[in-house]
């Protein structure tokens, strides 16, 4: 065994995802591993000291070996699909593919029934796109798609993803794009380009020299290069850009500013909204570039994935959602941790945690210490002390045993 493992005897418990949940028991210097479902029934027993680490896309489940040294891939019950043989299994599936990375540092990808469908015999890689994948030979990149075949060949000094049929490629130290033919679309010629981030953009971000500007999908100008930085905000082809030591966001999809250089920062688009901050003033701003509250409280705190969002005024806390409603005004003088449809986590100064309604119904009364992992998920939130909670505040009853000892909660 190796220390990191030598904890003292305790049981810890993932949240629910795909319906399933792993739960880790540390007995005597050996891990168990044990899959439930929503009934708190036993799914399966893992192999001693083997790591069920996190279930992924279809059910499918990425597992470490005794010393975290390498992963393997097991199937929804809990049935070995690979051997250990891989350094990362990369989070998330593209296409139905993972992208791997063997013992010796090789990329590849997996099946989700464990197939190595391309060999780990290349350097680098990314995700498939399109039904292709640039990978990296020796110090050289091309494309391949899903048997393997080379699609485009060796010869470039990098590659990034394929959208709508275009990809961009740098030869000569000068970023072009090309297409799946590996014909030339736009001239090697731009310091960076940022056309991966979204498919159907009519416009796109690129650097000549220290400075960025905009183009079509043809490489003619559209806003010439003056702007002093650039970043993306989300995949849908919004972007800031810096100039005067202000920001503005730009929209692919409209080819335009929406917004003129007023921000001093800016974050990332989110179910619609982005936050924006003008000096000491803080906002949420929708896709039209209209501030949701006009700037009026002292912190404001989106809830990813929701229409939700914390707001804080004079060291009190309320909620309203995207559009600007108000659900509770700034009364509690707890925060809001996590927030999910009409149940919030709430947390005091001790960072003790505890479940309400937003009519202010408490679901899980405060208890000293108490905290939870993330929001709901399947229907339950889990507590650190591996309590399962529906969202009426009913505790999820385990039906199984931890050598031969009935475990209940």
């Known amino acids: 065994m190796t220390e990191n493992l030598n904890y003292m005897d305790e049981t810890t418990y993932n949240g629910f995802n795909k319906n399933k949940a792993i739960i880790r028991d540390w007995r005597n210097e050996i891990t168990r591993c044990y899959l439930i479902n929503t009934n708190g029934e036993l799914l399966h027993k893992f192999e001693p000291n083997i790591w069920a680490d996190r279930i992924e896309d279809d059910n499918v489940i990425v ?4 010393d975290l040294s390498a992963e393997a891939l097991f199937d929804s019950n809990g049935n070995r699909l690979t051997d250990f043989k891989y350094q990362t299994i ?3 599936v593209e296409e139905g593919f993972f992208e791997v990375k063997d013992l010796n540092g090789k990329r590849g990808h997996l099946s989700l ?3 190595e469908v391309i060999p780990c015999i290349y350097s680098d890689g990314h995700y498939f796109e399109e039904g292709i994948a640039p990978m990296k ?6 494309v391949v798609n899903h048997k393997n075949e080379t699609v485009i060949p060796f010869e470039y000094e990098e590659i990034c993803w394929c959208n709508n049929n275009r990809i961009t490629a740098k030869l000569h130290g000068k970023w072009g794009i090309i297409n799946k033919n590996n014909n030339k679309l736009v001239d090697f010629k ?3 380009i940022w056309l991966f981030i979204h498919r159907d953009c009519g ?3 690129t650097k000549l020299g220290k400075k960025w500007g905009i183009i079509d999908v043809y490489g003619e100008t559209l806003y010439d290069f003056i702007y002093d930085d650039c970043d993306s905000l989300d995949e849908r082809g919004w972007f800031k850009f810096k100039k005067d030591n202000k920001w503005a966001i730009y929209s692919c999809e409209q080819n335009k500013f929406i917004s003129d250089f007023v921000y001093d920062k800016i974050g990332i688009f989110a179910n619609g909204i982005c936050k924006v901050h003008i000096g000491e003033r803080i906002d949420y701003i929708d896709f039209y570039n209209t501030p949701i509250s006009d700037f009026q409280y002292d912190d404001i705190k989106h809830f990813y994935k929701t229409n939700l ?3 804080y005024k004079n060291g009190k806390c309320g909620l309203m959602n995207t559009g600007g409603k108000i659900l509770i005004e700034p009364k509690y003088n707890d925060y809001i941790k996590y927030a999910d449809e009409n149940i919030l986590v709430m947390e005091n100064d001790k960072y003790s945690q505890y479940v309400m309604d937003i009519a202010g119904k408490i679901i899980i009364p405060k208890k000293e210490y108490q905290r939870f992992y993330g929001g709901y998920s ?3 939130i889990v507590s650190r002390d591996g309590e399962y909670f529906d969202t009426k505040g009913n505790k999820l009853n385990l039906k199984f045993t931890f050598d031969n000892k009935e475990f209940k909660l």
């Open 203 to 205: 416009s796109i971000p």
């Open 63 to 66: 597992a470490q070996n005794d």
């Open 90 to 92: 990369y989070g998330g």
């Open 113 to 115: 029934t464990g197939e």
């Open 190 to 192: 731009f310091d960076e």
């Open 378 to 380: 399947c229907g339950y």
């Open 137 to 142: 030979l020796g110090d050289k990149w091309g």
């Open 309 to 311: 969002v914390a707001i």
